[in-house]
């Protein structure tokens, strides 16, 4: 099972732009659908975006749709969360996933703070 590793996180000003990264470890991601969720304080965990294995498709949430890009790198082992015009709403612990038909790991989170 692959171990994952989020890190990008940090504080940041409405309008702003960070970049978050997923390592895996032990496995290769090449073979996992990979995605992006989110946990506010005192919400559940949702959807962000996804990306298919070989990276042709992906989806996205509408909250974050237009600003934020999904991206992976096989080679790397590494799948990208590109965020841009950030807002207060987007404050939340990014967590990543990889998931087939019946492993769902999840990476530890990495906190994303916006402020107004």
């Known amino acids: 099972q692959v171990q994952l590793v989020e890190s990008g996180g940090g504080l940041e000003h409405t309008g702003g732009s960070l970049s978050l990264s997923c390592v895996g470890s032990?496995?290769?991601?090449?073979?996992?659908?990979m995605g992006w969720f989110r946990q506010a304080f005192g919400k559940e965990r949702e959807f962000v975006a996804t990306?298919?294995?070989?990276?042709?498709?992906?989806s996205y949430a509408d909250s974050v749709k237009g600003r934020f890009t999904i991206s992976r790198d096989n080679a790397k082992n590494t799948v990208y969360l590109q965020m841009n015009s950030l807002k207060p709403e987007d404050t939340a612990v990014y967590y990543c996933?990889?998931?087939?038909?019946?492993?769902?790991?999840w990476g530890q989170g990495t906190q994303v703070t916006v402020s107004s």
């Open positions: 032990g496995q290769s991601i090449s073979t996992y659908n």
């Open positions: 996933n990889a998931r087939d038909l019946v492993i769902s790991s």
């Open positions: 990306i298919s294995r070989s990276g042709g498709s992906t």
